[in-house]
């Protein structure tokens, strides 16, 4: 028992755990509760105890945060890897949260992840692809750019053929997101050719490929050249 605790006018019996925490076993509701005891001084010097419920470490982030020691707790993490929780859930939480944002883009690492907006959104005009010239990944928002640009830059640094995967069901993008790719490095001219012969309507998607696409931009000192293949293949039930 602690002579401070006269003071502290909570009903119950107060015991010691360690050097500054007590449990009070309070007999009307028969639970355990947790405290800090603090010291703290009143005004005309002498001592008196008070006793403050243990917090979870989120109220603890929380309480701080309110009294400006910490920066406000983020609500959506451009980077799946800075999650301080990784689990599906919160994967689906932040890609989410972040959707809601207009923020269609999220990086796992190098990785760019895109859900479909299925509307037009500002942030592909000539500005953008400006502002993500030359920037290391990661130190402005997710985006298509800044994938193009890493890929671009690193080839003219390191000398070495890049490549870049796009992949993802029918209807979620791949298309448009090529699309944004070439028209930030290349002619966009060759897409609309590409169109006409390879896509058709389909339940899914308006403007669906039906085919698998092998894109190779060669880029010379004075410019670059285009290139492609095509890989056609048809499934059981497709004509
Ligand atoms: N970033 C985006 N912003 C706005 N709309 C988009 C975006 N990405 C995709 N869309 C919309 O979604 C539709 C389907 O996208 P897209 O054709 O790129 O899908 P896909 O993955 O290539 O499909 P498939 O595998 O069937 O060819 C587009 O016609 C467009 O309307």
């Not at 917090?55 to 799946?80: H, I, N, T, V, W």
């Not at 942030?123 to 671009?152: R, T």
């Not at 285009?226 to 039930?237: D, I, P, Q, T, Y």
Request: glycine share 6%.
């Amino acid at each position: 028992m602690l002579a401070g605790f006269k003071e502290c006018k909570q009903p119950g019996i107060f015991l010691t755990v360690s050097r500054n925490q007590c449990v009070s076993l309070t007999a009307n509701t028969c639970c355990f509760r947790l405290y800090n005891l603090t010291q703290e001084r009143n005004r005309d010097g002498s001592i008196r105890y008070v006793h403050l419920p243990m917090l979870s470490k989120e109220q603890e982030a929380q309480r701080l945060a309110a009294r400006g020691f910490l920066p406000p707790p983020q609500d959506d993490f451009a980077d799946l890897c800075n999650l301080p929780v990784l689990n599906e859930d919160s994967i689906l939480n932040n890609l989410r949260t972040r959707f809601h944002k207009k923020k269609i883009y999220t990086y796992a690492g190098s990785i760019l992840i895109a859900i479909n907006p299925f509307k037009f959104l500002p942030i592909y005009n000539p500005k953008y692809v400006k502002m993500y010239e030359n920037h290391q990944l990661g130190k402005l928002e997710p985006h298509i750019f800044a994938i193009a640009d890493v890929a671009y830059y690193a080839m003219l640094r390191k000398k070495v053929n890049q490549c870049i995967v796009i992949s993802g069901e029918s209807g979620s993008g791949k298309t448009q997101s090529t699309n944004f790719l070439i028209h930030s490095s290349a002619d966009p001219l060759f897409i609309s050719c590409l169109w006409a012969f390879g896509n058709a309507k389909t339940a899914h998607n308006n403007n669906s490929s039906r085919f698998g696409k092998f894109i190779q931009v060669n880029y010379l000192e004075s410019g670059y050249l285009l290139e492609k293949s095509r890989l056609v293949s048809r499934a059981k039930n497709e004509r």
